[in-house]
């Protein structure tokens, strides 16, 4: 939409921006990053809430004078002072008369690289924080999953914590796809749930594929795609990590935030650029991976909140 007085489409621009992070990133909120995060109104301070350290003590002697212990939540705070940049030329684009529709083209160009960056710091920082453990040598893709989720469920028994959603690499997704145990548990497990005969005939007389794949559930794990289940939990093919096999989360310690501070479009004139439009913005972010220093309510001896996996050595 033109406007006498200058593209209006900031808003319209914005709604891109985010869409299209959104579609891009491996930070889901509720499977891999805190849904509760909070946001100043000027999105200059962003932070979130974890529990404090339970009290709970054994051996009490039933009828004798209670220890009372403040309790309450600890706030953690996410540094928003660094992110990436959104910055292009509309050559030859009158800036007064300058269409929405082009504007998109470079936004969307422009969102795509900026949710790349984004992934690629908080894979960097996940990593970092994450405990490093081990899965059985030589065991299948499968196997050592499972083996994982169930030392992540043990290690943090005391704070009741559950993987909530995963990472898988690229190499190991694929080792996961030719696992023959694992299709094969998929397969029975389906068709268990709706009857061998019944499932099939469906499958024959359905043409969607979309529907097809939704027809069973927790099928997607035969297919090729970016967000599959493996033991209820959702797992999703991260390219940017390569050093560890898979990650387990639990989206309690992890905060990810984003914020659009500014989005700006402007005569590239007095730039240099006659007759050009100058699209300009900047995009917070912050990652926070919570460790038991972070944590007080985590075992102080076992417990994690983001655990990387690679093979044992034997």
Do not use: C
Not at 37 to 63: C, M, N, R, W
Not at 214 to 225: T, V, Y
Not at 276 to 298: F, M, Q, R, S, Y
């Amino acid at each position: 939409m033109a406007f006498y007085s200058g593209f209006n489409g900031d808003y319209r621009s914005l709604e891109t921006i985010i869409r299209t992070l959104r579609a891009k990133s491996y930070m889901v909120p509720g499977w891999i990053s805190n849904p509760r995060t909070q946001v100043s109104v000027k999105g200059e301070i962003a932070y979130f809430f974890i529990d404090a350290a339970p009290t709970a003590a054994g051996s009490h002697t039933l009828g004798t004078q209670l220890t009372y212990t403040v309790k309450g939540v600890t706030r953690k705070n996410v540094d928003l002072s660094a992110g990436v940049k959104i910055s292009a030329v509309i050559p030859q684009a009158n800036y007064q008369t300058v269409t929405a529709p082009v504007v998109d083209e470079y936004v969307i160009s422009e969102s795509i690289k900026a949710s790349n960056l984004l992934n690629e710091a908080f894979v960097t920082a996940a990593v970092a924080g994450a405990d490093a453990k081990t899965y059985t040598n030589a065991a299948t893709p499968f196997a050592a999953m499972l083996e994982a989720i169930g030392d992540f469920k043990v290690d943090n028994k005391s704070s009741a914590g559950r993987p909530t959603g995963g990472f898988l690499s690229s190499a190991f997704k694929g080792l996961l796809l030719n696992d023959n145990k694992y299709i094969r548990a998929t397969v029975q497990s389906d068709m268990l749930a709706f009857g061998r005969e019944r499932a099939e005939l469906a499958l024959e007389k359905e043409e969607d594929p979309i529907k097809r794949v939704a027809m069973i559930p927790q099928s997607r794990e035969l297919f090729d795609g970016e967000v599959f289940w493996v033991a209820g939990i959702p797992f999703i093919e991260v390219p940017d990590m390569t050093t560890v096999d898979f990650m387990l989360f639990n989206a309690e310690g992890v905060a990810h935030v984003e914020n659009v501070f500014s989005l700006a479009l402007a005569d590239g004139t007095a730039a240099g650029y006659p007759n050009g439009v100058i699209v300009a913005g900047e995009i917070g972010a912050g990652n926070v991976i919570l460790t038991k220093t972070d944590a007080p309510a985590l075992d102080q001896s076992t417990g994690y909140f983001v655990s990387k996996y690679t093979e044992a050595l034997a």
